[in-house]
């Protein structure tokens, strides 16, 4: 590849040129101008949703932007504060017009007779102005402030590491450490430092907890889990499927994962496996595959642009165009995202990157969202851009899985490359069991709205004696209970994890696909990828050439394909 300095273009705006993003006023009489428009034909709909569209966008951009300026200095409140003043004083403002312009649509007699291409998304705008609740608005505003707290404490959590001071992050390649006392001493102070917070996460908790049930009754709800599942647009499956889908993973899966740990603790030669011998390399190398952020970058450009060159392309114009924060750093939020900034034309990706094998998936994963975004991100028609995380997984899932043989651009020793692919492979189906866990954890927390902190955290550990078997947590009852304050998504994004599941599954089968038949599957990749949301997810699904299911037959085949895969690859 050749390396250049281009940087991102900005996308022009088509009809509100001059607007400011931080003008309430301006941006709410825009949006009553499109309400007061009469609607004689088709054309007149569609050009309101495109105006609608472009009003969005640059809401979405501006917001996007206090986001990632939030993550990137969690331990700074006023980047904190500013999103949380225009997620009050901007975004939930507009809010109402919105879906008053939404309503006009609907009611249109225009929308009864629309054509094919829009008539899915009639029924989104349907399901928005069924769920939408103006005395949730405020609830959704406090929600917003208190979920945010949650990355600030943590980012902000530092031990004391044989004499130094380090963050839960930089102490996780620790854990990779061929000598047991050194990942059992990282393991134990990442608890201890998730644990002298324990009681500020589970205040935190509750308070979320009491907004988002208020939410769910305000909106006619029984409990939140099944507002959530509304919300979300899960029209495709029921709860019912949901929590057959953890019963599915239990006994398809768990015979995987406890095969696996055994053969994980014989070859340690350890006759008990504990939680700090998960991440170590059986044969006691640790994987290296870079040693600063631009070669991590650049290797990542060349891998990419061997699927396809245009991918290739692209993280490069992210990376000179300054749309990459990928180093951990004291202060700096958990996690990784890749967030779309509609305006900009092109994402921005956020991770929190120490050196370790498991900074290559999350690079690449995020890398996936953002080809998924450059596909997407000029469909005129906001409805139609990937909303639903079941898409936008698939999405990141896949480039993992397809982007794997090339990963020998970070791993030149052979041995090296094909542990890396072995560790890549087993992880996505052990994964597994731990979404059930956090999704499962959801369900009752939500059902059972009256717990607790001391009984929720029994609960998680049963969760975690059910699907964590051939790992031993003897001693480590306090840990085993509260591993849950370590997932962020059950603090900032609720519910959204069961799509990790669902898209894991659909990964695997995409990367089946390609083994079969290359050329064919990237193919169905990238007519996946410019679909967006334009059709109901099973029918994206099979754009993509394979189908929406997580039976329990579906799941015994995946493993089966992955065992076998792995087995070859052992030889």
Same mark, same amino acid.
């Given at each position: 590849?050749?390396?250049?300095?281009?940087?991102?273009?900005?996308?022009?705006?088509?009809?509100?040129?001059?607007?400011?993003?931080?003008?309430?006023?301006?941006?709410?009489?825009?949006?009553?101008?499109?309400?007061?428009?009469?609607?004689?034909?088709?054309?007149?709909?569609?050009?309101?949703?495109?105006?609608?569209?472009?009003?969005?966008?640059?809401?979405?951009?501006?917001?996007?932007?206090?986001?990632?300026?939030?993550?990137?200095?969690?331990?700074?409140?006023?980047?904190?504060?500013?999103?949380?003043?225009?997620?009050?004083?901007?975004?939930?403002?507009?809010?109402?017009?919105?879906?008053?312009?939404?309503?006009?649509?609907?009611?249109?007699?225009?929308?009864?007779?629309?054509?094919?291409?829009?008539?899915?998304?009639?029924?989104?705008?349907?399901?928005?102005?069924?769920?939408?609740?103006?005395?949730?608005?405020?609830?959704?505003?406090?929600?917003?402030?208190?979920?945010?707290?949650?990355?600030?404490?943590?980012?902000?959590?530092?031990?004391?590491?044989?004499?130094?001071?380090?963050?839960?992050?930089?102490?996780?390649?620790?854990?990779?450490?061929?000598?047991?006392?050194?990942?059992?001493?990282?393991?134990?102070?990442?608890?201890?430092?998730?644990?002298?917070?324990?009681?500020?996460?589970?205040?935190?908790?509750?308070? $979320?907890? =009491? #907004?988002?049930?208020?939410?769910? %009754?305000?909106? +006619?709800?029984? !409990? /939140?889990?099944?507002?959530?599942?509304?919300?979300?647009?899960?029209?495709?499956?029921?709860?019912?499927?949901?929590?057959?889908?953890?019963?599915?993973?239990?006994?398809?899966?768990?015979?995987?994962?406890?095969?696996?740990?055994?053969?994980?603790?014989?070859?340690?030669?350890?006759?008990?496996?504990?939680?700090?011998?998960?991440?170590?390399?059986?044969?006691?190398?640790?994987?290296?595959?870079?040693?600063?952020?631009?070669?991590?970058?650049?290797?990542?450009?060349?891998?990419?642009?061997?699927?396809?060159?245009?991918?290739?392309?692209?993280?490069?114009?992210?990376?000179?165009?300054? $749309?990459? =924060? #990928?180093?951990?750093?004291?202060? %700096?939020?958990? +996690?990784?995202? !890749? /967030?779309?900034?509609?305006?900009?034309?092109?994402?921005?990706?956020?991770?929190?990157?120490?050196?370790?094998?498991?900074?290559?998936?999350?690079?690449?994963?995020?890398?996936?969202?953002?080809?998924?975004?450059?596909?997407?991100?000029?469909?005129?028609?906001?409805?139609?851009?990937?909303?639903?995380?079941?898409?936008?997984?698939?999405?990141?899932?896949?480039?993992?899985?397809?982007?794997?043989?090339?990963?020998?651009?970070?791993?030149?020793?052979?041995?090296?490359?094909?542990?890396?692919?072995?560790?890549?492979?087993?992880?996505?189906?052990?994964?597994?069991?731990?979404?059930?866990?956090?999704?499962?954890?959801?369900?009752?927390?939500?059902?059972?709205?009256?717990?607790?902190?001391?009984?929720?955290?029994?609960?998680?550990?049963?969760?975690?004696?059910?699907?964590?078997?051939?790992?031993?947590?003897?001693?480590?009852?306090?840990?085993?209970?509260?591993?849950?304050?370590?997932?962020?998504?059950?603090?900032?994004?609720?519910?959204?994890?069961?799509?990790?599941?669902?898209?894991?599954?659909?990964?695997?089968?995409?990367?089946?696909?390609?083994?079969?038949?290359?050329?064919?599957?990237?193919?169905?990749?990238?007519?996946?990828?410019?679909?967006?949301?334009?059709?109901?997810?099973?029918?994206?699904?099979?754009?993509?050439?394979?189908?929406?299911?997580?039976?329990?037959?579906?799941?015994?085949?995946?493993?089966?394909?992955?065992?076998?895969?792995?087995?070859?690859?052992?030889?």
């Amino acid at each position: 590849m050749i390396y250049t300095s281009e940087k991102v273009k900005k996308k022009e705006r088509r009809f509100y040129k001059d607007l400011d993003s931080t003008d309430a006023d301006a941006i709410i009489a825009k949006l009553n101008e499109l309400i007061n428009i009469k609607i004689e034909n088709e054309k007149d709909l569609i050009e309101i949703v495109e105006r609608f569209t472009e009003l969005e966008d640059i809401i979405r951009e501006e917001m996007g932007w206090r986001y990632i300026n939030m993550t990137r200095f969690a331990d700074k409140k006023e980047y904190a504060e500013k999103f949380n003043d225009y997620f009050a004083n901007i975004v939930s403002k507009a809010k109402p017009y919105s879906v008053k312009l939404e309503k006009k649509i609907y009611d249109s007699p225009i929308s009864k007779n629309i054509s094919d291409e829009y008539k899915h998304m009639i029924k989104i705008i349907s399901k928005n102005i069924e769920l939408f609740k103006e005395e949730n608005i405020p609830l959704q505003i406090e929600e917003r402030k208190i979920a945010n707290k949650y990355g600030a404490i943590f980012g902000a959590i530092t031990v004391k590491f044989r004499g130094e001071e380090k963050t839960l992050q930089q102490l996780v390649p620790y854990l990779k450490s061929p000598d047991r006392e050194t990942r059992e001493l990282a393991w134990r102070k990442r608890f201890e430092g998730i644990l002298s917070k324990k009681d500020e996460f589970n205040n935190i908790f509750d308070e $979320l907890k =009491d #907004l988002r049930i208020k939410q769910a %009754k305000n909106a +006619g709800f029984e !409990n /939140y889990r099944d507002y959530m599942h509304e919300l979300k647009g899960r029209t495709e499956y029921t709860v019912e499927d949901v929590l057959k889908f953890h019963e599915s993973v239990e006994k398809k899966v768990m015979p995987f994962f406890k095969e696996r740990m055994e053969k994980r603790a014989k070859k340690l030669r350890i006759d008990t496996l504990r939680p700090w011998d998960r991440s170590v390399d059986v044969d006691g190398k640790v994987l290296k595959p870079f040693n600063t952020i631009d070669e991590f970058v650049d290797k990542a450009i060349r891998v990419l642009g061997k699927v396809k060159p245009l991918f290739g392309e692209r993280l490069e114009l992210m990376k000179n165009s300054g $749309l990459l =924060d #990928l180093e951990n750093r004291k202060g %700096k939020a958990p +996690g990784g995202y !890749n /967030y779309p900034l509609p305006e900009t034309g092109a994402p921005f990706i956020f991770m929190n990157a120490t050196g370790q094998s498991s900074d290559v998936r999350t690079l690449l994963h995020e890398s996936g969202h953002a080809m998924h975004t450059f596909e997407t991100v000029n469909i005129p028609i906001i409805y139609y851009r990937p909303s639903r995380s079941e898409i936008n997984e698939l999405a990141s899932m896949s480039m993992e899985l397809l982007t794997l043989h090339y990963w020998n651009e970070y791993y030149k020793d052979e041995e090296d490359f094909r542990k890396a692919m072995i560790e890549e492979l087993e992880n996505a189906v052990l994964f597994l069991p731990w979404c059930m866990t956090v999704d499962a954890f959801q369900h009752w927390i939500y059902t059972n709205p009256d717990h607790t902190p001391e009984e929720r955290a029994n609960y998680f550990g049963k969760l975690m004696d059910k699907f964590n078997q051939g790992v031993d947590w003897a001693s480590l009852d306090e840990e085993k209970r509260y591993r849950w304050l370590f997932q962020l998504h059950i603090f900032q994004v609720p519910f959204y994890y069961i799509e990790y599941g669902i898209a894991q599954l659909g990964a695997l089968s995409i990367y089946k696909n390609y083994l079969e038949n290359p050329e064919k599957t990237i193919e169905n990749y990238i007519n996946f990828l410019k679909t967006g949301y334009k059709l109901p997810i099973d029918k994206v699904y099979e754009v993509a050439g394979i189908k929406l299911d997580f039976s329990e037959s579906y799941i015994g085949e995946i493993v089966d394909f992955v065992k076998h895969r792995i087995e070859e690859l052992e030889k």
